[in-house]
DNA sequence: CGTCGTGTTGACAGGAGTCAATGTCAGTGG
DNA sequence: CCACTGACATTGACTCCTGTCAACACGACG
């Protein structure tokens, strides 16, 4: 709040190409005038810090970010009903698909510890997908991923245990960490258990109970919010148990 | 199965401008050449009966298709873990987003009675698309509501009671029946209860005792699958209600 | 030092799952 | 026409997972 004016951080010449994350971002896949283009329209504000909303819910849909480093939560409000988180990002990931279409953001977006992003305004993108195809398909690609990630989360909330959702979730995170070159073992929540509770429609009271059983029982070491995933085959098991809680009706 | 050679309906001129569905489908302000060539692309299979499979998970991803009349259900098999229904598909609506850039189908899409279909080959709308930034937006348009309508379904999945989530289904489908001109207070269930507790991560002992207790408390009537909402607003009220499952905590 | 946010742990209760028996209905075949 | 079958649905009894309430620990911060 003290930079207000400083909006942009000092590399405003930074180039999509050469961003770490290039090769899994919305950029994958482009090349020459198409990526300059692309480059040219996105802006780079300045830092989110912890607690920091990005987007608030209601706020008109006008553009889409990705992560650059750091994390965001999304939490959608829905009359008197309490809070729920129902998506978190993590670098090299794609925020806001879900407000396209739709006159409006659904939820706010907050930083879950300092976290920049990239913020592409979605009026350019679609004057761009115009001409190139290649970027056409990487937007509708990544837009069917998403719902195919939300069909895997409503099959997880419906009918599974606390310890299934909890070894999803790790095992989920890890893969994602992966994926980006982080290790897939040793991470950081940056996320509170209210939450991972609130995500996964568990009590909080719950998400520790369950993560302190996986501790005893030598699947996970867990230091505060730093945790290591001690057997990751196991909890792939779990996770995939056929037993959830509708198993026999 | 004794017309496999009869592939397509006789009314093979028909055209979409003509569909009494049109203005809710993914032709909606599409016009002259355009909703020409969109009439050429798309294909009127025969319809299915009750029970058959229109796609079955893992088939190569080809096409979209728009229910013209029945319904369907999509129902996701993950390892070991039971079947779950993960949607049901009304009349104008469009069915096979979740197959967007991935290479195959994410779930079983199965005719809950007989149900016709448009078939839109996928690749043919990409090209469309590049002509027309009308379509393109409409379907990403039509992406966004899907993921939105996810991550509503989410949220009850996730910390609402039985009661809450068999409500929050009635006034849906009460909502989406009423989009398209049909009676908002009386229709008929295809699904089987199995279905519906699949869907809302109930077992399908509770769905029965959920809504033999609706009709206890005068807010539907009930013979075997055909539902009248007797008290409408009501059931909406049950189903905003803020104390679900986690209100406290 | 007190307070607040966060996290852990225990005791308890209730909602919803499980198991089991029974009812209803459509389709089939004798 | 009726018995038989299987799918679907309802109802009751019981169990247990998980939410709720409450107390307490810990670190950050004013």
């Not at 989360?153 to 982080?182: I, K, N, P, V, W």
């Given at each position: 709040m003290?930079?207000?004016s400083a909006r942009h951080l000092p590399y405003v010449g930074a180039r999509c190409e050469r961003c770490s994350l290039h090769s899994r971002c919305l950029t994958m896949g482009l090349e020459g005038a198409v990526l300059a283009d692309f480059d040219a329209m996105l802006e780079r504000p300045r830092p989110l810090k912890r607690g920091e909303t990005l987007v608030h819910q209601?706020?008109?849909?006008?553009?889409?970010?990705?992560?650059r480093s750091g994390s965001l939560k999304q939490?959608?409000?829905q009359g008197e009903v309490r809070d729920q988180v129902t998506h978190f990002y993590l670098p090299g990931e794609l925020v806001g698909l879900d407000g396209i279409g739709g006159g409006d953001c659904p939820g706010n977006l907050v930083a879950l510890e300092s976290t920049y992003v990239c913020e592409f305004p979605f009026s350019r993108l679609e004057v761009l997908m115009q001409d190139s195809s290649a970027l056409q398909n990487r937007l509708f690609h990544t837009m069917g991923e998403e719902l195919r990630d939300h069909q895997r989360m409503m099959c997880l909330l419906s009918g599974r245990t606390a310890d299934q959702r909890m070894a999803s979730f790790l095992s989920g995170l890890s893969e994602r960490f992966r994926l980006r070159g982080y290790s897939p073992t040793c991470f950081y929540l940056s996320m509170s258990?209210?939450?991972?509770?609130?995500?996964?429609g568990l009590a909080i009271e719950t998400v520790s109970r369950v993560l302190g059983r996986f501790q005893q029982q030598q699947l996970i070491t867990l230091?505060?919010?730093?945790?290591?995933?001690?057997?990751?085959?196991k909890l792939r098991r779990i996770a995939e148990e056929g037993a959830g809680r509708h198993s026999g009706g």
């Amino acid at each position: 709040m003290t930079f207000v004016s400083a909006r942009h951080l000092p590399y405003v010449g930074a180039r999509c190409e050469r961003c770490s994350l290039h090769s899994r971002c919305l950029t994958m896949g482009l090349e020459g005038a198409v990526l300059a283009d692309f480059d040219a329209m996105l802006e780079r504000p300045r830092p989110l810090k912890r607690g920091e909303t990005l987007v608030h819910q209601g706020d008109r849909f006008a553009n889409l970010y990705a992560v650059r480093s750091g994390s965001l939560k999304q939490v959608v409000a829905q009359g008197e009903v309490r809070d729920q988180v129902t998506h978190f990002y993590l670098p090299g990931e794609l925020v806001g698909l879900d407000g396209i279409g739709g006159g409006d953001c659904p939820g706010n977006l907050v930083a879950l510890e300092s976290t920049y992003v990239c913020e592409f305004p979605f009026s350019r993108l679609e004057v761009l997908m115009q001409d190139s195809s290649a970027l056409q398909n990487r937007l509708f690609h990544t837009m069917g991923e998403e719902l195919r990630d939300h069909q895997r989360m409503m099959c997880l909330l419906s009918g599974r245990t606390a310890d299934q959702r909890m070894a999803s979730f790790l095992s989920g995170l890890s893969e994602r960490f992966r994926l980006r070159g982080y290790s897939p073992t040793c991470f950081y929540l940056s996320m509170s258990r209210g939450d991972i509770g609130s995500y996964l429609g568990l009590a909080i009271e719950t998400v520790s109970r369950v993560l302190g059983r996986f501790q005893q029982q030598q699947l996970i070491t867990l230091e505060g919010r730093q945790v290591s995933l001690v057997a990751l085959e196991k909890l792939r098991r779990i996770a995939e148990e056929g037993a959830g809680r509708h198993s026999g009706g």
